[in-house]
């Protein structure tokens, strides 16, 4: 007799950092914590050069340069750079085509990433049969115990390091989209009042600055999202009038109060299976966030300079 295992599903673990600026006027500083922590991981504070406004993106502890963004002070464009990139290397972030499926003030920018693998079935297979429960259970086989010599020891961490070195993780550029994103959506079954109510929240209220950050899902071939315990392909054979959705591997949620307009004050939050499966470190991911959050605080006179 056999009683089958029911695991149920899991919600997406998330780390959460609490996004503060400081008052524009003063140092023009943000730091970000870890949530319901006053601990300082990281901190953007800005520097005007001749041609460029250049904002350092620093590891509070180490107080190390981990990422630098670039804009000009005449005319248009946002670059990230790291420290370990060659002179003249960056990673763009651009507007995408007026004709694209994009949201309005959506930016799309390309980042080196592991390639999401497909799992193997047999190993789902040998995993799903180990969460059977037998009765009377198996009597498990003997096992021999040789205690390691050092030499043994050391041959074992040579061949690990030497496996490491000959096969590296098997990597990608893949495309991601940064775009706002409504925190309430009017919906036809809610009543007249609530949706009055919202409009007229809506209308008094300051900008929102919420966005999520999200792989774009390429124009052919599987796709793997990421999930418990592994990665699963979505069918992307069907034709489709839209981009296809993969859950986001960034959310910043605004929460700056009405009345203060001279700050921000926001949560972000990263999908801890998205961000492993993608294999690239944290900070640039929350890089990118805090300069996209600037776009959006900035983007009328971005779009201004795109014009000109």
Not at 17 to 37: A, I, R, T
Request: aromatic share 8%; glycine share 2%.
């Amino acid at each position: 007799m056999s009683l089958p295992s029911h695991v149920e599903p899991s919600t997406p673990k998330m780390t959460r950092y609490v996004v503060q600026s400081s008052d524009v006027l003063e140092d023009l500083k943000v730091n970000v914590m870890l949530e319901n922590s006053d601990k300082i991981v990281w901190f953007k504070e800005r520097f005007l050069e001749e041609e460029e406004i250049i904002e350092h993106f620093v590891h509070n502890e180490s107080r190390r340069i981990q990422w630098t963004m670039h804009r000009p002070r005449n005319g248009w464009y946002i670059r990230i750079r790291s420290p370990a990139f060659p002179p003249g290397a960056f990673i763009p972030l651009i507007p995408p085509l007026p004709n694209s499926l994009h949201p309005s003030g959506a930016l799309l920018f390309s980042s080196r990433t592991n390639i999401p693998i497909a799992p193997d079935p047999d190993v789902s297979a040998r995993a799903s049969t180990s969460t059977a429960h037998s009765y009377p259970p198996t009597p498990p086989p003997a096992v021999v115990v040789h205690p390691p010599t050092p030499a043994s020891v050391q041959a074992k961490l040579e061949q690990a390091q030497g496996k490491q070195r000959l096969h590296p993780p098997p990597t990608q550029v893949t495309e991601f989209v940064v775009a706002p994103y409504a925190s309430e959506v009017l919906k036809p079954e809610m009543s007249f009042f609530h949706r009055a109510f919202s409009l007229l929240k809506s209308s008094t209220a300051g900008p929102s600055y919420s966005f999520t950050l999200a792989r774009v899902a390429p124009a052919s071939g599987p796709i793997y999202v990421s999930g418990s315990p592994m990665p699963s392909p979505v069918d992307s054979t069907v034709s489709l009038t839209a981009p296809v959705t993969i859950p986001p591997l960034l959310t910043f949620h605004d929460r700056t109060p009405v009345m203060m307009v001279s700050t921000v004050t926001g949560l972000i939050e990263v999908d801890q299976a998205e961000e492993a499966l993608l294999g690239v470190d944290s900070s640039f991911w929350i890089a990118v966030a805090l300069t996209y959050l600037e776009f959006l605080q900035e983007k009328e006179s971005y779009l201004a300079a795109l014009s000109d």
